[in-house]
Antibody, heavy 119, light 108 residues
Framework: EVMLLESGGDLVQPGGSLRLSCAASGFTFSSHAMSWVRQAPGKGLEWVSEISGSGRATYYADSVKGRFIISRDNSNDTLYLQMDRLGPEDAAIYYC????????????WGQGSLVTVSS | SYVLTQPPSVTVAPGMTARITCGGN??????VQWYQQKSGQAPVLVIYYDSDRPSGIPERFSGSNSGNTATLTISRAEAGDEADYYC???????????FGPGTRVTVL
């Protein structure tokens, strides 16, 4: 059974940093690209970033480019999202999702990790 | 970045057919996915590659994509179909993904 479990969400002050993790199991992690998708309270889904299975290729939404870094540890089946210079607009539930082919679909999702940005 | 449009809401009577549209420039040249998100839950893939259904998704869910519009059709709507539905594409021009703004489906 494919499982994705996010962690690391927390309350952080504006301008602060946070690192999210996503532990994967039930599939060959290194064979799949992985994405982060976020959802602000009461809002729609927003794609944030994706990393290829090898980790060599990364992609970012314009809204986070230069502030967020996606990475992965294929030896420990874990995906990461390093978030710096956080602002109120970054407050959201962050989901990790498995990308079946590298150009969608996102066929498995975690349950999400809540990031709150407030002073 | 690539922009997708969806109607904010669709209301359907039980047993009837709901159609949710997703619009985008030359959308028919892209592969469209649809996700269902029920309140307080993570999204679930219901249609991929325009019209394919993952295992476990009822045949009542179907999809099409042509021109500038993709459509998710829910036949014989049930109360359990009430959810937000999002379309989703990969934009190879910008190497980014795009989600539509979402459509809330109410079965009433």
């Amino acid at each position: 059974e494919v499982m994705l479990l996010e962690s690391g969400g927390d309350l952080v002050q504006p301008g602060g940093s946070l690192r999210l993790s996503c532990a994967a199991s039930g599939f060959t992690f290194s064979s799949h690209a992985m994405s982060w998708v976020r959802q602000a309270p009461g809002k729609g889904l927003e794609w944030v970033s994706e990393i290829s299975g090898s980790g060599r290729a990364t992609y970012y939404a314009d809204s986070v480019k230069g502030r967020f870094i996606i990475s992965r540890d294929n030896s420990n089946d874990t995906l990461y999202l390093q978030m710096d210079r956080l602002g109120p607009e970054d407050a959201a539930i962050y989901y990790c999702a498995r990308d079946r082919t590298g150009t969608a679909p996102f066929d498995y999702w975690g349950q999400g990790s809540l990031v709150t940005v407030s002073s | 970045s690539y922009v997708l449009t969806q109607p904010p809401s669709v209301t359907v009577a039980p047993g009837m057919t709901a159609r949710i549209t997703c619009g985008g420039n030359s959308l028919g040249t892209k592969s469209v996915q649809w996700y269902q998100q029920k309140s307080g839950q993570a999204p679930v893939l219901v249609i991929y590659y325009d019209s394919d259904r993952p295992s476990g998704i009822p045949e009542r869910f179907s999809g099409s994509n042509s021109g500038n519009t993709a459509t998710l059709t829910i036949s014989r709507a049930e109360a359990g179909d009430e959810a937000d539905y999002y379309c989703h594409v990969w934009d190879g021009t910008d190497d980014q993904y795009a989600f539509g703004p979402g459509t809330r489906v109410t079965v009433l």
